[in-house]
């Protein structure tokens, strides 16, 4: 049985990463790996119904994080940590990054309990089973980087914003500063990937990406 692959898609709203997540499950259905498609926040009729929360309801930056982190601890315990046992692939739209990203650089809160937050809730138990001391990471994480000007113009009259697209563009700006002050930490993980360029081009690089990182063989002829 092959090895379990946690893949993130990561991003500011309107950088276009969800419109690339059919063909990516194609490309691992093709090599006959069984794909779990989830998303976060959400992934579990509980981290579902914290996710309306989250998205619709006003709350302060702590009050988010912990709903956050809670949808997340479901998500990780029921879907995720299941699905890498078996050997499947699991393709997140969005994880933990986001929360760096939108509630630490986003809305100014404390990383510090962030990272504490994280080692609870991604904690696994060593060999010895005492120390939480392994955290789960996805092992590639595909970072779709735009100009928040430019997510702004895609996003506009799109659809009914929620509580996060309806925020000005220098939260965007905050926000693309996290990803890629957490891309920069973690340079192993993360792949930039430039989604100004055409949809095609975009595409492109992720499979380029994937590839790369030895996700699966190379493709022959156009996925799409
Ligand atoms: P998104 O993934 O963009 O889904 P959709 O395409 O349906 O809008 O929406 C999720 C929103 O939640 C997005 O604005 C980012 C935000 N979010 C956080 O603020 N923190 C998090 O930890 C996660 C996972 C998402």
Do not use: N
């Not at 499950?25 to 794909?35: H, I, P, S």
């Not at 904690?123 to 955290?135: E, F, L, T």
């Not at 340079?187 to 989604?195: E, L, P, S, T, Y």
Request: glycine residues 8%; without cysteine; neutral net charge.
């Amino acid at each position: 049985m092959s090895e379990g692959l946690f893949l993130t898609l990561e991003g500011i709203d309107g950088a276009g990463k969800s419109s690339h997540l059919d063909a990516m499950e194609a490309l691992f259905r093709a090599q006959g790996r069984t794909v779990v498609r989830t998303r976060e926040p959400g992934g579990t009729p509980l981290a579902e119904t914290l996710r309306g929360l989250i998205l619709e309801q006003p709350m302060d930056p702590l009050t988010e994080s912990l709903l956050v982190f809670a949808a997340r601890r479901d998500h990780v315990a029921q879907v995720i940590e299941p699905a890498l046992a078996r050997g499947d692939v699991v393709l997140s739209d969005r994880f933990t990054d986001a929360t760096f990203a939108y509630q630490g650089a986003g809305r100014g809160f404390d990383a510090e309990v962030l990272s504490t937050l994280e080692r609870w809730v991604q904690g696994r138990a060593g060999p010895s089973g005492a120390a939480r001391q392994q955290m789960l990471q996805p092992h590639i994480t595909l970072w779709f980087d735009l100009a928040p000007e430019i997510a702004a113009q895609r996003l506009a009259g799109a659809r009914l914003p929620d509580k996060f697209e309806s925020q000005p563009v220098e939260f965007f700006r905050r926000v693309a500063a996290g990803y890629a002050a957490r891309a920069a930490a973690d340079a192993q993980r993360f792949v930039r990937i430039d989604a100004s360029q055409a949809r095609d081009q975009v595409w492109q690089q992720v499979e380029t990406a994937l590839v790369a990182r030895g996700a699966f063989a190379p493709v022959s002829g156009a996925a799409r």
